[in-house]
Nanobody, 124 residues
Framework: QVQLVESGGGLVQPGGSLRLSCVAS????????MGWYRQAPGKQRELVAT?????????NYTTSVKGRFTISRDNAKNTVYLQMNSLKPEDTAVYYC????????????????WGQGTQVTVSS
């Protein structure tokens, strides 16, 4: 069983930045494709960013965050990050990391492991 623990959420003004972290409990993390999802009140969970497990560490982003968010990983620390810049009120959501995803026709499919979520609120 792999546990994921997110941190780094909080309240930030529009235009500000936050960096989310997700630490996995097992070193097998290095073979996992990872994803960040978010869920705003009254909306479905949305895939935000993904990063592959191979040496290329290929990344993908949903259109609304391209150029503002960056996903990265540090396998030595069993950690995946989401750097969020130029935050907007519409980025307000609970952010979840997901582990052990897989790709179907280049589309990321979530794996079985989820973190508990971290709240991000963008407001003046």
């Amino acid at each position: 069983q792999v546990q994921l623990v997110e941190s780094g959420g909080g309240l930030v003004q529009p235009g500000g930045s936050l960096r989310l972290s997700c630490v996995a409990s097992a070193s097998i993390f290095r073979v996992f494709a990872m994803g960040w999802y978010r869920q705003a009140p009254g909306k479905q969970r949305e895939l935000v960013a993904t990063i592959s497990a191979d040496e290329n560490k290929n990344t993908n982003y949903t259109t609304s965050v391209k150029g503002r968010f960056t996903i990265s990983r540090d396998n030595a620390k069993n950690t995946v990050y989401l750097q969020m810049n130029s935050l907007k009120p519409e980025d307000t959501a609970v952010y979840y990391c997901n582990a052990d995803g897989w790709y179907k026709n280049s589309e990321y499919m979530p794996g079985d492991y989820w973190g508990q979520g971290t709240q991000v609120t963008v407001s003046s």
